[in-house]
């Protein structure tokens, strides 16, 4: 396997930042905003933006269980798989896989 292309674990910030049922933004190395989640104490990773409206998730979106709604049209994703669940929300989130550390929520990159 080339090194370039080997998964990288990044550290994010503590399980505790992200109280269950709510949504917590952070950034990946480059800059690009992912959306948080602690859905029955899990936690789980998204692109922040919805991709129907280019709206941030994690800023405007509420979380519903495992569903998050955007604000602009009210479309939904289901954020354990990334899945749209509702018009007018058609693409899939990208998805990022979780790692908990110590305490630390860690992804995948």
């Not at 859905?39 to 979380?63: F, K, N, P, Q």
């Not at 569903?67 to 994703?77: A, M, N």
């Not at 998805?95 to 860690?106: A, M, Q, R």
């Amino acid at each position: 396997m080339d090194l370039k292309q080997m998964p990288e674990l990044m550290k994010l910030c503590p399980v505790a930042d992200i109280p269950e049922g709510e949504i917590r933004q952070a950034a990946l190395p480059d800059g690009q905003p992912i959306a948080l989640y602690n859905v029955d104490g899990r936690i789980y990773a998204t692109a922040d933006r919805c991709t129907h409206g280019e709206v941030s998730l994690s800023e405007e979106g509420c979380l519903m269980g495992k569903i998050v709604e955007c604000s602009w049209h009210f479309g939904t994703f289901d954020v354990t798989t990334g899945a749209a669940t509702g018009m007018p929300c058609e693409v899939a989130l990208k998805t990022y896989p979780v790692e908990l550390i110590e305490g630390v929520v860690h992804v995948v990159v």
